[in-house]
């Protein structure tokens, strides 16, 4: 299970902060999504060595219309194993959900953003997988916290019915925001998931990194066709 | 009064606690069970509340890293965790927590799950981000002073 999180200076955490706090609590590697204008630089190699987790580099494109996001997408998809957009708005949840290229649609529901049946639909034809993120339900309270998990059950619900591949995080600014993976599960299963739901939303970030490690090494040619060795 | 036959008596777990603050951090027992009746009337509820029965039984806390022993109703444990994990602040400190695991006496969750302090914290003047900064080192942990609050970061960002 992978978490997926915000480092500095997008966040209050380096990478290996992060790294050491994501590996003591049962995490077998994070996902730097750092926004694009905020990008932290880091070694990942040597991270993941002396942590014993795996360290992948994303990106959460965030812009604030569809051509400059499909220009940012464009520039960061070879360089950037997890290609995220911040969805906040419906142009831009529109935009993402058509974009094979976008690996996630990252908080489809915060700000003005929200999601119909067409645009889960349209997710699941493109794969584009749509993110339950934990993050308010951890740290807000009162009328947003309620908000927050209202919406997520409306997301829920179009996933299920649409069967729209989906991610799940905490989505933390800092090490102490980081939850382990048994109390998001806990967490989750009080606001109407199913454990099952959030083990495979956590864990879907790693089948995302091994599936577009495998794309961008040489033997790719397509999906489906790639160079043998023997 | 006198206390009840042994099968009528409440049924136990007991949660260990790892917390995690920044190390300007001082709060002590009363504010974490204060938090975390907050937290539990919040997530589940008052009957909720009612029925995990959440106390702080044993609390350590020091220079931004502590545990706590945590009892809560036999069966509720799930609950438990989801409340515990949504603790966000305690008296305006963001914490970090986890449950390290769940045990059915006091004696055998101090002993599995609550971790003595291991080596003290020193501060010490690093080099961060280009620049000199206080900074607090425990175990590879490093919590630099920077202009806008603590950064968290290890010995592996220590140019």
């Given amino acids: 299970m992978y978490a997926a999180v915000h480092a500095r200076p997008d966040g209050q955490s380096t990478v290996a902060r992060m790294a050491q706090t994501a590996s003591r609590y049962g995490y077998d590697g994070i996902v730097v999504r750092n926004h694009g204008d905020c990008a932290a630089t880091f070694d990942a190699e040597e991270i993941a060595d002396e942590y014993d987790v795996a360290v992948v580099e994303g990106i959460e494109v965030r812009a604030s219309d569809p051509s400059r996001a499909s220009g940012l997408v464009g520039n960061h998809r070879s360089s950037k194993t997890i290609v995220a957009v911040h969805g906040d708005s419906v142009a831009i949840n529109r935009f993402a959900v058509e974009q094979p290229a976008v690996d996630v649609l990252a908080h489809p529901t915060r700000g003005d953003g929200d999601v119909n049946h067409v645009l889960a639909k349209a997710a ?92 961008q090494s040489d033997a790719f040619v397509e999906p489906g066709v790639w160079l043998d060795d023997e | 009064m006198k ?34 009746w907050y937290a539990a009337q919040n997530l589940v509820g008052d009957a909720g509340s009612a029925d995990l029965d959440l106390t702080v039984l044993r609390f350590a806390f020091e220079d931004g890293l502590g545990s706590a022993l945590v009892r809560t109703r036999r069966g509720r444990t799930d609950s438990a965790r989801a409340v515990i994990a949504s603790l966000s602040t305690v008296d305006d400190d963001p914490v970090g927590v986890r449950v390290r695991g769940t045990s059915g006496t006091v004696r055998a969750c101090e002993e599995k799950y609550i971790r003595r302090a291991s080596e003290p914290s020193e501060q010490r003047q690093v080099a961060f981000d280009g620049d000199e900064r206080t900074a607090v080192v425990r175990d590879g942990r490093v919590d630099v002073a920077t202009d806008d609050g603590f950064s968290g970061a290890t010995d592996l960002d220590l140019q």
């Fill in chain 1, 124 to 215: 699941a034809d493109h794969g584009v997988r749509l993110e339950f993120s934990l993050h308010d339900v951890l740290h807000e309270t009162g009328g947003t916290r309620v908000r927050r998990i209202q919406s997520l059950r409306k997301l829920r619900e179009l996933v299920e019915h649409y069967d729209v591949p989906y991610v799940v995080s905490g989505d933390p600014h800092s090490h102490l925001q980081l939850r382990a993976p048994r109390d998001l599960i806990a967490l989750g299963e009080t606001i109407g998931f199913s454990p099952d739901q959030i083990e495979t939303g956590l864990r879907e970030w790693a089948e995302l990194t091994e599936r577009n490690r495998r794309r």
């Fill in chain 2, 3 to 36: 206390h009840l036959p042994k099968h009528l008596q409440p049924r136990w777990r007991y949660l260990g606690v790892e917390i995690e603050s920044w190390p300007d951090a001082d709060f002590g027992r009363r504010a974490l069970q204060r938090e975390l």
